[in-house]
């Protein structure tokens, strides 16, 4: 199957989860550059580090939009937006932790199993369009790889687990030193990009997936591409810093790449991210378990559970802006909400169905209470549970109404979406209307573009 065989020549369009998307001529390639509070990229231009992008800018030949992420501000929530197109509550994948509803344990939601609709790569591979789909961590590629390289949910929606018809391309960067042909649609990866395998926590291993993304471009010319970085950078370094304006210089001279290999590229995030640290930056962490016990006066009558936790705990120590509270049958949860929403730092106190209808959150994944913590502070279950040894930074971590914020950037100009409805939000914090979220980027960058019709021939003639 010679690379040319593969391509789809036709351009056929293809619906998935009623979206349908038109590729144009070009490659299309989105960037979630994990954790992209809009001010790191625009401190980093500012500070004359990313000429591409200032470019392009200066050419008017370019969509930069103010968008917003889903609810959660967190990872895997959102990269499964980017990958189906829609929110949480239509794929199921409500955080990178969850308590299974089914067993009752606390799992981490990094299984696929979790995965409630194909994605848009599984759908675009299936009917013949080359799908190549590179993360940092290898978290993410377990579940972007359900029906690209590997069993996903059926093209049908019947919710059934089916082999893909044929195979794309995913593998993460983490792992790059074991992708193979036949699990991961390509192998020698590292001879491929010419780097070393990068350290987990480290700036390089966002390098390598867009190092690997240039190369892949640049040898099969795949028609979509899905490139995800990892925070690590924005978790430790405030934007304008040197290190934070390290990383946009890097970014820019990839995408630049993948610009001049003719290719539509799409800067966005998963998610934002604040301080969450008082002036002298000691962490200002409520903690919800604790809290709830106090209010009823009893121990072990809620459990409180933190969507951002995972095994990357260096990153955040498992404090995030969002928590699920579980109560027991007889716990008073209006009293329980009323509390907490009094305290300090405390945005939001949601019942499931107001969260659910709110935020896009699937219902049965969420618990009985959502709480939403402002801006500059965290979300903890109890002072003992955590881990913080990792953490050698003033906090700065995500999850919620502060982190939704994100850049929204195509390196072609379409004309603007109406404002998005977002009143139904609350306080997003300051800043204009946005006209799109994260999980219209692979709309945006196919159909939109080609109804446009600025696509054809405009770099790549
Ligand atoms: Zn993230
Ligand atoms: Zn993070």
Not at 412 to 433: K, M, N, Q, S, Y
Request: charged content about 20%.
């Amino acid at each position: 199957m010679s690379e040319n065989t593969r391509r789809n020549v036709e351009r056929i369009p293809f619906t998935v989860n009623g979206r349908t998307y038109t590729p144009p001529d070009e490659p299309v390639v989105v960037i979630c550059v994990d954790g992209s509070e809009p001010a790191y990229h625009e401190e980093a231009l500012a500070a004359g580090r990313m000429p591409w992008l200032a470019g392009l800018r200066a050419s008017g030949a370019i969509s930069d939009w103010p968008a917003l992420s889903a609810m959660p501000a967190l990872t895997n929530p959102n990269n499964l937006s980017i990958a189906t197109g829609h929110p949480p509550r239509v794929h199921g994948i409500s955080g990178n932790y969850i308590l299974d509803p089914d067993t009752g344990e606390e799992v981490l939601m990094n299984d696929k199993r979790f995965l409630r609709v194909p994605t848009i790569f599984a759908v675009a591979n299936a009917v013949g369009y080359d799908v190549a789909v590179v993360t940092a961590k290898d978290k993410l590629r377990r579940l972007l790889g359900a029906g690209l390289v590997e069993s996903g949910p059926s093209l049908e929606g019947s919710g059934d687990f089916v082999e893909p018809v044929r195979r794309g391309i995913c593998f993460s960067a983490e792992y790059a030193d074991s992708a193979t042909e036949r699990t991961n649609g390509i192998g020698d990866v590292l001879e491929l990009v010419g780097r070393p395998l990068a350290d987990v926590y480290s700036a390089d291993l966002s390098e390598f997936v867009l190092a690997a993304g240039v190369k892949i471009l640049a040898d099969r010319r795949p028609d979509l591409m899905y490139l995800s970085l990892t925070d690590y950078i924005q978790h430790k370094h405030a934007p304008g810093s040197e290190a934070a304006n390290d990383f946009y210089g890097m970014l820019d001279h990839w995408a630049q790449q993948l610009h001049d290999l003719g290719a539509v590229v799409v800067i966005t995030a998963d998610h934002g991210m604040s301080a969450k640290t008082d002036e002298s930056g000691r962490a200002r962490v409520i903690f919800v378990q604790e809290e709830v016990e106090r209010v009823l006066g009893q121990e072990g009558i809620a459990r409180v559970i933190l969507p951002i936790t995972d095994p990357y705990t260096v990153h955040h120590g498992a404090l995030g802006s969002f928590a699920s509270v579980y109560l027991t049958a007889d716990a008073d949860a209006a009293l329980v909400g009323s509390a907490l929403g009094q305290l300090t730092g405390i945005q939001a106190v949601l019942t499931r169905a107001d969260a659910s209808e709110r935020y896009g959150l699937p219902a049965d994944r969420i618990g009985d209470l959502v709480v939403l913590a402002e801006e500059g502070y965290a979300l903890g279950k109890n002072a003992a549970w955590h881990d913080l040894s990792g953490l050698d930074a003033p906090l700065r971590s995500h999850g919620a109404l502060g982190e939704l914020r994100i850049p929204f950037i195509i390196n072609r100009p379409l004309p603007r979406p109406a404002d998005l409805p977002v009143a139904h939000l609350g306080d997003i914090g300051e800043g204009p209307t946005a006209c799109v979220y994260n999980y219209d980027a692979f709309w945006m960058a196919t159909t939109a573009l080609s109804r446009s019709g600025d696509s054809v021939g405009s770099v790549r003639g």
